[in-house]
């Protein structure tokens, strides 16, 4: 594998860490370059706060993964000096052949031991749920459904209008009320009506839009506290205390493991993926960073997405997701439940270049056309649980301006509004981007975005994302 600047920033767990790294290198901080005489293993001392130097090494066994390891006391990974170390190699330095250290030969071994047991070992399995702790788990959230609906059917006989009069303190404390129900999902969505309330009452100007908000969050409180019910009570009844193949799971705050999505058998293996789009949302409900990717499967055709969450508090400590251009071959990948727009997962893969043919044959996956497209979204959002929303991929005809609206139409006739979704803030606007591209997209292509219901005139319009051409695709978010 040839080592890249991009390969660097993505093994950094924020941008700060990588910059760190790279500062390490130019002046001058690592001492005794060396490396193991088939290029596996490079190791260095890297100058830090203390009086003696940090030992650092990377191991490039697995290519695509490598096993960084430092004897400073940093909690990011990698850390500074690992990814400096990365730019020492990237820099030409150079590194003399050496034995091994015994003390790295010893964990490598190690790591490589625990490799081979989990490579032969079965999937592991979900471990036996402590029937009474459950039994009172369950209670405990049929107790918090009972409190949440009260609060849901007061507010919607009420009004809506009785928000500006509301204390969004009543909300979030609810919202806390509900955790400890273990309830994480209607806690959420409690902590954005208090979000709603303060926007009613500091901004004016924004109410129409809090007060939408506030509505569409109340139809899914509702539909999901009439779901769960019967849901928790039959688990209640039957003594079934495992992880269902139900969104409803996730919806009430469970958190699925890879052992449960694949007792659940929600998995497929040998899977190639290619990434269409990226982007990052802030969550200030959750206080937490969302980077979600969206994945073109290049042998079924099927969209889904990857999110990676970054707690606000703890930015430092979770490594950060990037963009990817490359071809990712996953020996297993696991699928969350739901409809739509499922998010996937994964822990190990490979990655290699498109070949021209898979390129060329990435935009003939799009849907057949617009209607078939619309169909498809339509049967989705029209669950109350299901975002309102649907990645998709549509065939381009031609792009064209009716008045002051951006108009797809597909080779067959059938058109669709471009627009961005407001509720995906200015940062993530990209008609304009995509208006202002110098050439038309070459014959063949397709358009990548997410369709939505747009209430504010009741049609089903388009925010794209990206380009793909039958040579390349053209991001117009990151």
């Not at 004897?71 to 990974?77: H, N």
Request: charged share 25%.
């Amino acid at each position: 594998m040839e080592l890249t600047e991009q390969f660097i920033l993505l093994q950094a767990p924020n941008p700060a860490a990588a910059e760190n790294g790279r500062k390490l290198s130019k002046k001058g901080s690592f001492t005794a370059l060396q490396k193991t005489e088939d290029g596996t293993v490079y190791w260095s001392d890297c100058k830090g706060s203390g009086k003696n130097p940090y030992r650092v090494s990377i191991d490039w066994s697995q290519p695509d993964t490598p096993v960084c390891r430092c004897s400073c006391p940093s909690r990011q990974f990698p850390c500074k000096h690992a990814l400096g170390l990365m730019f020492e190699q990237l820099a030409g330095k150079p590194f003399a052949v050496a034995e091994i250290p015994q003390d790295i030969a010893d964990k490598r071994a190690k790591q490589a031991a625990r490799a081979a047991k989990k490579a032969s070992d079965a999937p592991a399995k979900p471990k036996k749920p402590n029937a009474a702790a459950q039994k009172k788990k369950l209670n405990k959230q049929l107790e918090g459904l009972d409190m949440a609906e009260k609060m849901v059917n007061d507010l919607l006989s009420s009004g809506l209008g009785t928000l500006a009069g509301s204390s969004a303190q009543m909300y979030e404390k609810l919202a806390k009320d509900l955790g400890s129900s273990y309830l994480t999902g209607p806690q959420t969505a409690f902590t954005r009506i208090a979000l709603a309330v303060r926007t009613v009452q500091k901004h004016p100007d924004q109410a129409d839009a809090a007060y939408a908000e506030a509505l569409r969050i109340l139809i899914y409180l509702r539909s999901t506290i009439k779901k769960s019910r019967v849901f928790l009570q039959n688990k209640l009844d039957t003594n079934s205390f495992t992880a269902e193949d139900s969104v409803l799971y996730e919806a009430l705050g469970g958190v699925w493991r890879l052992e449960d999505l694949h007792a659940a058998g929600a998995y497929r293996e040998n899977a190639r993926l290619i990434q269409l789009s990226f982007d990052v949302t802030c969550d200030e409900a959750k206080k937490e960073y969302i980077e979600r990717g969206w994945w073109l499967d290049i042998d079924s055709g099927e969209i889904a997405q990857t999110q990676n969450l970054r707690p606000i508090k703890a930015l430092k400590y979770v490594k950060g997701d990037d963009s990817r251009f490359d071809l990712l071959e996953i020996p297993v990948l696991y699928t969350y439940p739901g409809e739509g727009d499922h998010r996937i997962r994964w822990e190990n893969f490979s990655t290699r270049a498109l070949t021209p043919e898979e390129s060329a044959a990435l935009p003939g996956l799009a849907q057949p056309d617009i209607a078939a497209a619309v169909k498809l979204v339509k049967g989705t959002i029209k669950n109350t649980l299901a975002p309102k929303f649907l990645a998709v991929l549509l065939p381009i005809g031609q792009i064209g301006q009716i008045g002051e609206e951006t108009v797809l139409e597909d080779p067959k006739g059938g058109r669709i509004l471009l627009r961005d979704r407001k509720e995906d803030g200015p940062d993530h606007a990209s008609v304009i981007r995509f208006i202002l591209l110098p050439d038309a997209p070459p014959a063949g292509s397709a358009l990548f975005g997410l369709m939505f219901y747009d209430g504010q005139d009741k049609s089903l319009c388009l925010h794209p994302y990206s380009i793909v051409t039958p040579e390349r695709v053209i991001r117009l978010q990151f």
